[in-house]
């Protein structure tokens, strides 16, 4: 599995049927950075693309908003925004070159597509990023500023003359091999004896996300197939999103109750993946060593699993309890990749296995980045399979003939 597609249902789960304030681009963002079905060419859906030819629609504002964060703006920087004589509201006019920080923009577009075009064995994995560059501003310091304390031949007046040598090689920790450090990591689970034995979990909690959109959930997960989550939204009321196994699936809210798309399904068995005791796919995809970092104040060592189609999956397992503490994704676009994180906190230890509490969804647009923290996850709860069909659409009221 790749963390765009639990992503994408993350973002759906948030999206479908609530009918919540969204402005227009916020709606067309919804499907995150994957390449839905019909999913057009910006040159085809926009008026005034020049050089992102060829990203599809639904990557368009995630780039845009990393653009706006790796310059620390906001889309006004760049856009024109006016307001409508009739109702007063906002109205972009994206398509404008008025202002010159588009024009700008633009022509930093062509030249970081130039830079990594020319250069990108050089500059290793995905090359350069507005970011690189811009760090969080518009400017930023083009030289080092003056004094300098160490220079490229002498050192820090503070620094001992003799530099220590480098630890030997031989006293540092082992590096594990990628199945070790899956073997590990299906162990701290509770070892694949205590999976096998949880047959189903009822979550129990809150999802937060930016503008208070805060409600309580509920999941159900039984078996790998069979996935519930019940969002109590105010002023919507519940809403119900199903996986029946191999019978599809469906959504429910104030207005009814419909079959699930296809989309719809492959995004919740991604959430239900995303619960689930063991949180990469099995068989485990080919994943190749990728170094040591830290994780707040945890080492961990990374592994990394690249899809057809170019994404890029990082998974960083704690070096000392083995458990599966980041997930994130670098997703190709035609001018930067857009990342993707999922952070897993709060272990505790349920049924024999241990689940985390906690988990952080961080996207490049904060509007589809959230968190679930549970207060309450039951291991093998009695879950009747009738929770997962379809309920039957309330009975037509057929207006009586007129006699
Ligand atoms: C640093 C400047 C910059 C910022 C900030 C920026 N954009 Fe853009 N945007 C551009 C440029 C340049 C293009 C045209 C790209 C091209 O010609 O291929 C563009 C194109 C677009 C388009 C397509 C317009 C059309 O009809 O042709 C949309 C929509 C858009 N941006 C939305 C956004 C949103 C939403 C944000 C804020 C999250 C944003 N942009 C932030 C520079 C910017
Ligand atoms: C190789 C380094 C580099 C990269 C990569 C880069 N920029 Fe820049 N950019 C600069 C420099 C340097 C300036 C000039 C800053 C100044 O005037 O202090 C600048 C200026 C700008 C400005 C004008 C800011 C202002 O206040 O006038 C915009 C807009 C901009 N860049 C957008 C982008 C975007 C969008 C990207 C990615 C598509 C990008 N840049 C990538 C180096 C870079």
Request: glycine content about 8%; charged content about 20%.
């Amino acid at each position: 599995m790749t963390l765009k597609n639990i992503l994408r249902g993350l973002c759906l789960a948030a999206a479908f049927g609530v009918s919540l304030p969204l402005s227009n681009w916020t709606r067309r963002a919804v499907a995150g950075t994957q390449q839905a079905q019909g999913d057009k060419p910006v040159e085809q859906t926009r008026k005034n693309i020049q050089v992102l030819k060829g990203l599809p629609e639904s990557q368009l504002f995630p780039v845009m908003n990393l653009v706006s964060v790796s310059l620390g703006v906001k889309c006004d920087f760049c856009h024109v925004k006016q307001k409508d004589p009739a109702g007063g509201a906002d109205v972009w006019v994206w398509e404008s070159d008025e202002k010159e920080h588009k024009r700008i923009g633009r022509q930093m577009m062509r030249m970081t597509l130039d830079i990594n075009k020319n250069n990108l064995d050089a500059l290793g994995g995905y090359g350069v990023t507005c970011y690189t560059c811009h760090r969080g501003t518009t400017g930023g310091p083009r030289l080092p500023p003056l004094p300098v304390t160490v220079s490229g031949h002498e050192d820090h007046p503070a620094a001992p003359s003799a530099t220590p040598s480098a630890t030997p090689a031989a006293a540092r920790p082992p590096r594990p091999t990628p199945d070790q450090i899956l073997q590990r990591y299906v162990e701290a689970v509770g070892g694949r004896a205590a999976v096998a034995k949880i047959q189903t979990v009822v979550m129990k909690g809150t999802r937060e996300a930016s503008q208070n959109r805060n409600w309580p959930v509920e999941i159900t997960l039984k078996g790998a197939d069979k996935f519930s989550l019940v969002a109590s939204v105010p002023q919507q009321g519940r809403i119900t999103q199903s996986l029946n196994g191999a019978q599809g699936g469906w959504i429910e809210n104030a207005r009814g109750v419909r079959e699930a798309t296809a989309d719809e399904l492959a995004a919740f068995r991604n959430s239900a993946l995303l619960y689930a005791p063991v949180k990469i796919r099995e068989p485990f995809p080919a994943l190749d060593f990728n170094g040591r970092t830290k994780i707040g104040e945890r080492d961990a060592w990374v592994l990394r699993a690249t899809s057809a189609d170019g994404v890029v999956t990082r998974y960083a397992f704690d070096a000392e309890t083995g458990l599966l503490l980041r997930q994130t994704t670098l997703t190709p676009t035609v001018l930067v990749p857009v990342p993707q994180q999922i952070d897993y906190e709060d272990y505790r230890d349920v049924g024999g296995v241990k689940l985390p509490f906690t988990i952080r969804i961080s996207e490049i647009d904060t509007f589809f980045s959230s968190t679930r923290k549970f207060t309450e996850i039951k291991p093998n709860v009695p879950v009747d399979d009738v929770q997962f069909h379809m309920p039957s659409p309330p009975p037509k009221v057929t207006p009586k003939p007129k006699s």
